[in-house]
């Protein structure tokens, strides 16, 4: 059962600096632009429009801080953690001048946030490990933050192609180290989200994942 039972939209931020220190540990969403990072937030949360999800790439300009609560016995929330959902890298129509924007900001956060504990790599199953992504993989492997790569809109690949592409992102995941996972992910049709539920309850209460269990 993932560990909270409220989640809220807090606060946005255009630049690192602007962003407050947090004792709550964080797990971050990154991915191409419409990867399907909201959706994949919405879809965790339960809530359809928490986070701003669109069909034209490049609209998540701003990192947007998302909280989850426990509720207590008097029914008042405790926050136990956040997820961040930050601006799609690869997006090819947004100006240079923006695309930098968006990259720096992301790249602030990603190396210099201390409470960040995991990040979760969106990609679309039927096209992963873009050069994109390999460089947000590389940057990331400099800190001590659990990775799960999230093979997205599993429900639009091939049966055929299922086995070959979970097999490249398992051998990924595994030259990397303990810390990373990887799975199949639907927000369509709700595939894996328990496995993923699994995955960041056990990033936020600090305890090991076993790798084949966070797998399908």
């Known amino acids: 059962m993932f560990l909270f039972e409220s989640a809220c939209f807090r606060v946005s931020a255009a630049k690192f600096a602007d962003i407050e220190p947090s004792l ?3 797990i971050a969403f990154v991915g ?13 949360t339960h809530k359809r429009q928490l986070a701003f999800a669109s069909k034209t790439p490049g609209r998540t300009q701003l ?12 029914k008042s929330l405790t926050p136990v953690a956040e997820l961040v959902d930050l601006p799609g890298y690869g997006f090819s129509k947004a100006d240079p001048a923006t695309r ?7 790249t602030d956060y990603l190396l210099g946030r201390q409470n960040l504990v995991g990040v979760v790599i969106v990609m679309d199953a039927r096209r992963p490990f873009t050069v994109s992504d390999d460089w947000v993989i590389d940057l990331l ?5 659990k990775l799960h790569f ?3 809109k599993a429900d639009q690949i091939k049966a055929a192609d299922r086995k070959p592409t979970l097999a490249t992102s398992l051998s990924r995941a595994e030259s990397l180290g303990t810390h ?4 199949f992910f639907s927000s369509l049709k709700k595939e894996g989200l328990p496995e993923l539920e699994d995955v960041l309850t056990h990033w936020i209460d600090g305890t090991e994942i076993v790798r084949e269990s966070s797998l399908i």
């Open 180 to 183: 990373v996972t990887t799975q």
């Open 100 to 106: 930098a924007s968006w990259g720096r900001l992301a």
């Open 24 to 26: 709550l540990p964080e």
């Open 150 to 152: 999230l093979l997205n």
């Open 141 to 145: 492997n400099t800190r001590p933050v």
């Open 63 to 74: 990192i947007n801080f998302f909280t989850l609560s426990k509720k207590n016995q008097d």
């Open 32 to 44: 191409r632009s419409n990867a399907g990072k909201s959706s994949t937030i919405n879809t965790l």
